[in-house]
């Protein structure tokens, strides 16, 4: 059974760091592109960042470029994604989920009916 499980979210302070971890089974991650959206209260699901299935590839949010850093590791059927410089817009629910596609789409990176299945979800609060 395919399931994806999120972990590492937490709260933190402002300019802090978190990393997240996207964990795969039942089946082979490394076959396919790997997103990561978040969802903050009373807001749409937005695409944060993006990962082609060689890692070659990666998209990222305006809003998280520069601070954020997406990579994987097919060994270990994992997707991470690190979070420097957090600001409290950060704030949100993240989720992991699987492209139906090998590459990040290069106009549509975060177009979710790209997007097959989906994680849980975790929160991330960045809060004094």
């Known amino acids: 059974q395919l399931q994806l499980v999120e972990s590492g979210g937490g709260l933190v302070q402002p300019g802090g760091s978190l990393r997240l971890s996207c964990a795969a089974s039942g089946f082979t991650l490394g076959d396919y592109a790997i997103g990561w959206f978040r969802q903050a209260p009373g807001k749409e699901r937005e695409g944060v960042s993006c990962?082609?299935?060689?890692?070659?590839?990666?998209r990222y949010a305006d809003s998280v470029k520069g601070r954020f850093t997406i990579s994987r590791d097919n060994a270990k059927n994992s997707v991470y994604l690190q979070m420097n410089g957090l600001i409290a817009e950060d704030t949100a629910v993240y989720y992991c989920?699987?492209?139906?596609?090998?590459?990040?789409?290069?106009?549509?990176?975060?177009?979710?009916?790209?997007?097959?299945?989906w994680g849980q979800g975790i929160q991330v609060t960045v809060s004094s």
């Open positions: 989920a699987v492209s139906k596609f090998s590459l990040c789409g290069a106009g549509s990176w975060d177009s979710r009916a790209d997007f097959g299945s």
């Open positions: 990962i082609s299935s060689s890692g070659g590839g990666t």
